[in-house]
Structures are given as C-alpha cells and as structure tokens.
C-alpha cells in the first residue's frame, strides 16, 4: 500500500510551517478547521493550530488506523508505521489465518493442510505446501504410516489420501493382495480385507473346500475375517473320490464283506473322524447288517463282527461249532 502523491507531499510540506496568526481562528489551508481529521489518499492527518499533522493510515476500505497500530486484510496483517519520508504507511507485518498471526518464514496447519506464511510488498501471502496429520505438517507426496494403512499428501486436494495397507508392520498398495499365516487378504480403502484362506501354499476363496487326511475343511469369510470349518469326510471309491456331509452313513468295502462308515464330527467341532459303526454282509438272497460285538447264522455259517480297537473285521465261522467259536472269539448273537 506505497503511494506517491504530490498532495501529500505538499501536506507534508505545510505539517512544520508556523502558524500565520495566534490570534485568528486557526485552518489548514481551507482542508479543515483546527482539531479536524483531514483524510489524504491512504494517510490521515490533524488539524492542529494551522499545521497537518500525520496521524495515521487509512484503508482501501476507508478505515483510519492510528500509527503503531495493525489492521487485518485478508490474508495479511498490515501495520501503520512512518516511512522514510516520515510519513504514515501500511506495511505487512505478519500473515493471519483464522484470527492467528503467523510470522513470515513460519509454517502453520489446520485440519485440512499445511501452509508457509511469505512477505510480499503489500500484502502477506499465505501458500499451502503440505497437509496436516492430527497438528503435525506433511509435505506433498510425503507418507505417513497410521494403524489402518498408508497415506500420502495429494497436493491436488491437499488432503491426506490413503495409498496402501498396513499388516504386521508391512505395508502393502491398494490392490495387493498378499498372505499372512492362513489368511490371504486384499489390500483395499477401507484397509486388508480377509478374502481367502492359505492350505499349503494354495489360495482358497470364501466357500472353498480341501481335503486333509480324508477330511473335508471349507474356507468361509465372516465378520472380515477367514476361519476354517470342517464340513465331511472323504470316501475312496476306486479311483473317485465321494465327498461325505457330517453325520452321513455309507457302505464300502466289495461284496460280500462290506462295512458301513460315518462321517464324526470331533467334540471340540474342529474336525472330523471317518468310523466303522458296523460290519454288513451282502448276498443275492439281501444284505445283513451286524453290530460290532455279535454275530449272526446266514445260511449254514456264522458271521461275526469283530471290534479291534477303531477298526471293525467281518469273520465267518463254519462247521457244527461255528457259534462256539463265534462266543469264543468273544461275540455274542445279535
């Protein structure tokens, strides 16, 4: 706010010359009578026993303000003080940002950026340069790492802008998808996302099976996160493999000696047992199905179902004293 005007300077000019007359009522060349504040372009003066005095700034918006003190405009601080020619001129001082002075050189931030305050001739210039992070600056292009992922200073809208993931203190970008453990997770905004399961190096998604020493597990995604439940049993028939719910009963095993399984779900529902619950011996004339622990006659012979810890033998017995073997081999009739 520098100005020239020969108006001024002939103001000045007059502001040391001694009064005309003590005795006449005293003016400042027609401009104002004794005690008037005379505004001047942007100086005011004073009216005093026929002098101008420089009594301050005034404004573009036409405000006075007084030598020594400040006024706010826009982004600046200016202050009213006497240039080299002694006469008054607003200087910026500082730079203001929601009512807070700032020096010039100095970096302050609100919620949404960082800012560096610079002197200019008429006014100070507030710059963004970065963004802010819970009170603490960061440059443009510069990361930060928080709990929930990666984030780096977009200068287009000078926000912190999320970039990636953060997993066991590994970062990840948005769209990586990476395992930890038994889990593999997608890297997206809203940060890792459990999508799958892990079973020996092998990507599973969400309602995919495997089998593991004749069990049948499945992957299944609740709550964002994978878990792994067991869902049956497998039977080898020949070269195919048969999948088994949990609780269903099948026979194996070529005819005629054949036994009938089902598929256990352990006590703590971790996993599950495939288990012989009889023996069965199929003939043309039907199928006779026998408890462990007892036998039956069919035809001229005897049948007995033999339990030897988990596994289940089907034996015949022959001759007269089939059922006396039978008991001695510890069977009873069922």
């Not at 020619?85 to 700032?102: D, F, I, Y």
């Not at 006590?267 to 495939?274: I, V």
Request: aromatic share 8%.
């Amino acid at each position: 706010m520098h100005f020239s005007c020969c108006f001024l300077l002939a103001l000045a000019a007059t502001a040391f010359s001694a009064p005309a007359d003590n005795t006449k009522s005293f003016n400042c060349q027609g401009l104002g009578e004794n005690g008037a504040l005379i505004d001047s372009g942007y100086v005011y003066f004073l009216c005093q026993d026929g002098q101008l005095v420089p009594k301050g700034c005034v404004t573009r918006e036409q405000k006075r303000v007084e030598i020594g003190q400040t006024v706010d405009y826009r982004q600046s601080r200016l202050s009213c003080d006497l240039n080299g020619k002694q006469l008054p001129s607003l200087t910026p001082k500082a730079c203001v940002s929601q009512g807070q002075e700032h020096a010039f050189g100095s970096n302050f931030n609100d919620d949404k950026a960082m800012y560096t305050c610079e002197q200019g001739t008429d006014e100070a210039k507030i710059t963004a340069v970065g963004c802010a992070d819970a009170g603490k600056a960061v440059k443009y292009s510069e990361k930060v790492t928080k709990e929930d992922g990666v984030y780096v200073c977009d200068q287009a809208s000078g926000r912190l802008v999320k970039s990636g993931c953060v997993k066991d203190g590994k970062e990840f970008n948005l769209g990586d998808s990476f395992d930890v453990g038994s889990t593999w997770y997608n890297c997206t905004r809203g940060g890792p996302k459990a999508s799958g399961c892990v079973n020996n190096g092998k990507r599973l998604n969400d309602g995919d099976r495997y089998h593991d020493n004749d069990i049948i597990y499945e992957c299944f995604i609740e709550n964002e996160k994978n878990a792994v439940r067991v869902a049956g049993c497998v039977q080898q028939d020949n070269s195919n493999i048969v999948e088994r719910r949990l609780g269903c009963f099948w026979v194996e095993g070529p005819e005629p000696l054949q036994y009938e399984w089902t598929c256990k779900k352990s006590a703590d529902g971790l996993t599950a047992s495939k288990e012989q619950v009889r023996c069965q011996y199929r003939v043309s004339k039907g199928v006779y199905s026998i408890e462990p622990g007892c036998y039956r006659q069919i035809d001229k012979a005897v049948f007995g179902c033999v339990k030897n810890g988990q596994t289940l033998n089907l034996q015949s017995f022959q001759g007269d004293d089939a059922e006396k073997a039978a008991s001695g081999a510890g069977l009873h009739a069922c």
